[in-house]
């Protein structure tokens, strides 16, 4: 048996989109890449949506449209990969990592309380492994913080707290209190990268709530200038008849999403349900498997929320590093790939760098020490899922104390 850890589920729809694509003489952004934010914004419950190509894209953009720079302050959890935190440096702001909480993945609250101050001006909550965070939590704590927010543009001044921007990289299609993650904070931002439960190989898109004064359709059109160099107009519109002419707005970016590459987003839309609902009963496989040994798992599913069960993470109690090592190097010889989520941000280099410290955030290490990801995804057979269990309850009862 060979399990890889997380490829890619494409079929002949997603094949077929790509050779319309592609036969149809447009391939860039055009025709597809709306027809694609418009389905995306009505699965997440918005008004509108922006597909870009990566969640970093997005969350960088949406920054830049925040007006965040220097001397503004943004948070968000060492327990994360790096682009939740590296697009706050793009923009110049300071990063403000916070730990977890003790037994949890899910960032300190009281921690993200304290750190708040006159320069905070956005909290970026993660939705780890697809569970979405405790959004009222969030929102409670920056409504009681709201006397000391000093804004610095119209989107600031008319939401009139510090902004919630979802890192919702593995959340798409999860729920919060029955309301899709997307239309929960203020904006969030998705990942459609190849490993993602809904991929389009690489892209991201954006979703915002509505904002009391200020156009949906002014900060959709911004989006489009960033991510098209500042020009304002895009390719399709320039195919008009005598539309040549564009101007250049602002010496802005390029990371617009194509339509090839929507293309494959289209066919994985039409599939998507039934894609999360083979998600929930891999999971809920693992989960009456595994719980019985003393394996920490991630809750997926509860009368709170529903994940979008993006990662099946495990945690088992006492092993050490080089112990953590040495079984998923067991499990590799047995044919199955597993993966570790995540690396704290303060034990990188490029972190240190800007004077983060592990020993700052022993929560996160914590969490960090014993984690095992396994293998999910909707390739797996049920064969291979029973392979799964068989040889990883079998390595772990060497480890299990």
């Not at 539309?243 to 090839?260: F, H, L, Q, S």
Request: with cysteine.
């Amino acid at each position: 048996m060979k399990i890889p850890f997380s490829p890619p589920d494409i079929t002949d729809a997603e094949v077929e989109q790509v050779a319309e694509v592609l036969r149809s003489g447009w391939v860039t952004t055009g025709p597809k890449t709306k027809e694609l934010e418009r389905e995306v914004s009505a699965f997440c419950g918005v008004s509108r949506a922006v597909c870009l190509n990566s969640q970093s894209a997005c969350a960088e953009m949406t920054l830049r449209l925040l007006g965040i720079s220097e001397d503004d302050e943004v948070i968000t959890c060492a327990y994360t990969y790096t682009a939740t935190a590296s697009v706050v440096c793009h923009v110049g702001a300071k990063l403000v990592l916070i730990d977890t909480q003790k037994d949890s993945l899910e960032m300190d609250y009281d921690k993200l309380e304290d750190a708040i101050t006159e320069k905070t001006k956005v909290v970026i909550p993660i939705d780890l492994g697809g569970v979405p965070c405790n959004y009222a939590r969030i929102f409670s704590i920056l409504e009681s913080k709201k006397g000391m927010f000093r804004p610095k543009n119209k989107i600031q001044e008319a939401i009139g707290r510090v902004i919630v921007m979802a890192d919702a990289a593995h959340s798409f299609g999860a729920t919060w209190k029955d309301r899709p993650v997307g239309s929960i904070a203020d904006f969030s931002n998705f990942s459609f990268h190849a490993v993602k439960n809904f991929t389009t190989a690489e892209g991201g898109a954006v979703t915002w709530k509505n904002i009391d004064g200020i156009d949906n359709e002014a900060i959709y059109h911004q989006y489009q200038l960033y991510s098209l160099h500042g020009q304002s107009k895009d390719a399709l519109a320039k195919t008009q008849l005598g539309a040549w002419e564009y101007d250049i707005v602002g010496p802005w970016y390029k990371c617009n999403m194509t339509d090839v590459t929507a293309g494959i987003g289209l066919a994985q839309m039409s599939r998507y349900k039934s894609l999360l609902e083979r998600r929930k009963q891999i999971i809920c496989r693992y989960d009456e498997s595994f719980k019985p040994l003393g394996t920490e798992v991630l809750k997926h599913y509860t009368n709170e929320y529903q994940s979008s069960g993006h990662l099946y993470i495990t945690r088992v109690p006492g092993i050490t590093l080089k112990e953590r090592q040495e079984l998923i190097i067991k499990m590799a010889e047995l044919g199955i790939a597993c993966n570790v989520h995540y690396k704290p941000l303060p034990m990188m280099t490029a972190y240190k760098n800007l004077g983060f410290d592990i020993k700052d955030y022993p929560n996160s290490f914590e969490r960090f020490v014993n984690e095992i990801s396994l293998p999910l995804h909707t390739k797996l057979s049920d064969e291979d899922v029973e392979y799964v269990i068989i040889k990883y309850t079998e390595v772990l009862r060497e480890y299990i104390k």
